[in-house]
Each structure stands twice: as C-alpha cells, then as structure tokens.
C-alpha cells in the first residue's frame, strides 16, 4: 500500500499534467569541466605508445610474411622447372632402354651381328647326381 501523503502528492502531480498546459521547463546546462590529472595524460600517452608499437609489429610482421610468401614462390617455380628436367630425363631412358634403340646401337656402333648356325653351342646337358654334395665328395676322395 501507497502512504497516505505519497497517493496525495501522486494525485497532484497528475490532475496537474492533464488539467494543466505542457510547459518545457528548460534548465540551465551547468558547464562540467573535465579535469585531466597527470596520471591520466601518463596513460594516454602510454596507451598511444602501446597502439603505435603493436601497429608497428603488424607492419613488420605482414613484410616477414611478404618475404617469406616470395621465397616459397620462388622455389615452387624452381621445382616445377625440376620436375619437367626429371620428366624429359624419364622419357629419354625409356627411349634408350627400348629393345628396338638397344639392337640398332649394338649393330651400328658397336659392330655385333647375329651368330651363324655355325657358331651356335649347345650345353650338354648335366646329370643330376653330379649336382649331389655326397657325389662330388666321393669323387674328390677317390680320384
């Protein structure tokens, strides 16, 4: 419940705001004067201080990664000119170890033909016992 003096002023209040015309009361603005201590300049100017070096260190830090993004530039065309050097080195030693390339050099430069039916050799054939270590043991000991 309202006290009995706080519903009186209420009911003042408000028979006044609606039987009486709006009236702008308007004040006078009172004139604050903000006052700036020493130790507030010592923070402004330590936080300056702070705001330039970190925007410094951004600077910096975006130049290192310039410098760094060129060099990995750099050494990707370099391996890229590498891989086509090792891709042609491929392509050069399955045409020379091609059959065809191989017969052709062995009769031109190196002056090889085919054997003739004369100078063909046969290999006897070899028996199976002289392949047996108690065989060729026995042979060393007796002959």
Do not use: C, H
């Amino acid at each position: 419940m309202i006290a009995a003096n706080k519903w009186y002023q209420y009911q003042q209040q408000y028979g006044e705001a609606v039987f009486q015309p709006y009236v702008r009361v308007t004040r006078a603005r009172e004139k604050v004067r903000v006052r700036v201590t020493s130790k507030d300049r010592l923070v402004l100017i330590v936080l300056t201080i702070m705001a330039g070096l970190i925007g410094i260190g951004l600077v910096i830090s975006s130049a290192f990664s310039a410098s760094i993004k060129y060099d990995i530039n750099t050494l990707i065309k370099e391996n890229a000119v590498i891989q086509g050097e090792i891709e042609n080195l491929n392509v050069e030693i399955k045409a020379a170890s091609n059959i065809g390339a191989i017969e052709e050099r062995a009769l031109s430069e190196l002056g090889l033909v085919y054997p003739d039916y004369t100078q063909f050799r046969y290999l006897e054939e070899i028996k199976e016992e002289d392949y047996s270590l108690a065989s060729i043991i026995k042979d060393r000991a007796y002959n």
